[in-house]
């Protein structure tokens, strides 16, 4: 499965929108400060997943979240998950 991910940085609430065929290792990568882009605003907590059988379907959608579009249309989906405190 390809999967396309949302964390939510805990200490500055800040989202990051990926990619990825295994997620326990992918957000363990973004926590143990091995992906440079979220390195600096650890630790990270997973508040969004969608698994696709294609590739391309998954690639597609990350590129949209990726968008200002996609952000809105994600914190308009997330926005209960937003007012929560997750630390």
Known sequence: M??????RSIPYGQLYVG?????RQRLEAHNKGN????KGKRPWKLIFAESYISKDDALRREKYLKTTQGKIALK???RETMKLSIA
């Not at 992906?35 to 979220?38: D, F, G, N, Q, W």
């Open 2 to 7: 390809f999967n396309v991910y949302v964390l």
């Open 19 to 23: 990619y990825t065929t295994d997620m």
């Open 35 to 38: 992906v440079t882009s979220t």
């Open 76 to 78: 308009h989906m997330l």
